[in-house]
């Protein structure tokens, strides 16, 4: 097997095993927020993407209406449709069928692995074999932590509350070292996000305030004109 071809195949199903594994805790966290385990897996096959999910189980967890549940989900799964974009001209998908399947498959980290690989047909190989490894380990994932949470006493249950404001910590977070691309950018959007979200909390329904904070973003988020000398 070629080398690149080889170092593709190890970084797209490794990539997929390790952030599947997280489908543990939306599992979990759906549990918590009151969702069966059929509901928590219908979740996860059919929206499949980690962040809108942790939002809407979320948002209905702290007694938040169903619509701003489906909004706060639809924002953040906004991203994926600018990756699509981006994606269409890399991977060329062609028929109905293989451009529905192919855009279920566009989340962050298939995204990443299609434009790390070193060409158009490596980029296509990354693309199927870590989507397939995620979305198969997530589903899996997410039944287990759905039935291991089922299984718990009171107490080990009021704990999962942590659950989904800490998976977000966990993606936030590499994004606002230096090591990232634009990291005074990020870490403008994430003070922004959280100002606004923190200040209309006290004064609006569970999930208004995520939905709100896309303004926040927006600006703070914006590009600087260059300064003339």
């Known amino acids: 097997m070629p080398p690149d071809r080889a170092q593709t195949l190890r970084d797209a199903v490794g990539l997929g095993l390790a952030v599947g594994l997280y489908g543990v805790a939306f599992g979990a966290a759906a549990d918590a927020a009151g969702l069966d385990v059929w509901q928590a897996l219908v979740l996860s096959a059919v929206m499949f993407t980690g962040a809108s999910q942790f939002a809407l189980i979320g948002v209905l967890g702290a007694g938040g209406s169903a619509l701003a549940a489906v909004g ?25 069928l293989r451009r529905a399947g192919t855009a279920h498959w566009v989340i962050d980290e298939t995204t990443a692995l299609a434009l790390a690989a070193p060409d158009r047909a ?6 199927l074999v870590g989507g397939a490894t995620l979305y198969l380990t997530w589903n899996a994932t997410t039944v287990v932590g759905a039935l291991g949470a089922a299984a718990l006493g009171g107490t080990a249950r009021a704990a999962l509350d942590a659950v989904v404001p800490a998976a977000f910590l966990a993606l936030l977070w590499p994004r606002l070292g230096r090591a990232f691309p634009e990291p005074a950018v990020q870490r403008r959007v994430a003070l922004g996000g959280a100002v606004v979200a923190l200040a209309l909390t006290p004064f609006v ?7 709100t904070a896309v303004v926040a973003v927006a600006l703070a988020g914006r590009p600087r004109r260059a300064v003339a000398s």
């Open 122 to 127: 490596m980029a296509g190989l990354a693309f």
């Open 72 to 96: 706060s989900a639809l924002l953040l799964g906004t991203r994926n449709t600018v990756y699509g974009v981006r994606l269409v001209p890399l991977l060329r998908p062609r028929g109905r």
């Open 205 to 211: 329904p569970p999930g208004v305030q995520v939905v």
